[in-house]
């Protein structure tokens, strides 16, 4: 095989045209070609003036003799588990099913982990499957009345679902690739395998998550919607069993339990399980006119159909503090994410297309726990909760959630009118002023960031900008601690992914779901 690296496109072709591009430029004759696939597709606009496509292909030749000044590589082959002897028969090593709480990525994953190897798991959901789900979102968008059980935060997929579905980290695992490769096998369009920032979008992921679903109890795994973990049986120091509406007997249990399962949080605290509080961040969601961010991002001088452009954004202040953008939403909407009563969570969430005519992006602030109001490893939850709470009586205490054009906010004064940028967030807002419920550190911060962000991306300070109030929930202010075996103090239960703060996004936490599998697995053949 060989690799053809740094290969510049001006020029929107079709695969068949980019081929004949690439044997015509490197002087490959079509007919020894064997196979050829994309490797990497990424946009270059550092110039305005030269934006181009960059990229890189293997391609299978008869001869490759023939083409000495390419770079040959040796066959990838996904990683393997690294089991200590056979993994034959393994499956007579369990005696009773694995119990994986949560059917977010991170549970979904170890789900097809454990499936390869015949084990066939019951995976407990306090939410509904991601059709009926995504009924109980839309009837939330458009009424403001809000189901506490299957919402943004809870039920089939995650919270990820109900997002721009990014498949982007900043983990180096070789099982991202098998991440991808397994969201491809159940129906995610094939340039994830191969673009620099793939996405799904939430239209995607709903008909995805549901054939990852029907696969893995095709495959004798058990599915228990509607269901909440009330309870934990432990003797000796051992995972026995799991109480929800029944008794589930298990030995091992996978606690992919997700960031916003705060009653969860609080029964495993009180079972005895370690943890402890992390940094977290919060901040407002920011939403411009997609047009001034791809004029931004790639000038006027480009014939190409681009994609809706991207940015990531970051600075440090001198105290200490910095502020960054998160899961940005190119042609997005600002999403109504509240999984308790009382409470405004914003979040985004673009389809595939990115047709929008609005990009949105978090603007956080870090957060230590020498910012939280006590000692206890649950107090970020109760600093994210306090102000999602203010959030929702500024908005109205109505699920209206509390709005700022930026201008205004710079200037500490109540919004009075919207401008060019109208607010996508449903199932309303309220013209509010942000400063009255963020901490002082979080406001001053969020300014210096926004001015310093303006001198990147030209408008991103715009004062028709909108700022959309709060966004909490972007990392567990929990972790779960868990040995070198991935296992907690309690022996057989695995905590993971991102509500046990060991992930942040779709990606990470589908392949910490990988190794807690690969981790159950292990300690079974010992």
Known sequence: ML???????RKDFSKDELLLYICNKYKILSNDIVSWHIVKKSIDARKKDDVHYNYSIDIEVKNEKKYPKFEHIKNLTLPTISINSSLKNIQQNFKQRPVIVGAGPAGLFSALTL?????????????KTVEERKKDVDYFLLTGKLDTHSNVQFGEGGAGTFSDGKLTTGINSPFCKNV?????????????LYLSKPHIGTDNLITIISNIRNYIISKGGEFLFN????????????IKSVQCSKTVDTENLILAIGHSARDTFELLYKKGLNMEKKNFSVGVRIEHLQDMINLSQYGNITKLHLPPAEYKLSCHLPNGRSCYTFCM???GTVMASSSETNTIVTNGMSTFLRNGNNSNSAILVNVTPEDFPSFSPLAGIYFQKNLEELAFYLGGENYYAPIQRTEDFFNDTIST???DVKPTYKPGVTLSNLNLILPKFVSDTLKFGILEFDKKLHGFANPDSLLTGVETRSSSPV???????????????FPCGEGAGYAGGIMSAAVDGIKCAYAILNEANN
């Open 3 to 9: 690799r053809i690296n740094n290969i510049k496109i």
């Open 115 to 127: 499936i390869k190897y015949g084990i066939k798991p019951i995976i407990i959901e306090q939410g």
């Open 180 to 192: 991808l490769e397994e969201f491809y096998k159940f129906g995610a369009p094939e340039q994830i």
């Open 227 to 238: 269901e909440k973990v009330i309870d934990l049986n432990i003797e000796n120091n051992k």
């Open 329 to 331: 939403c190119p042609g």
């Open 417 to 419: 009118k919207i401008g």
């Open 479 to 493: 972790r779960i601690l868990r040995n070198e075996n991935l296992m907690s103090n309690i022996y057989g239960i």
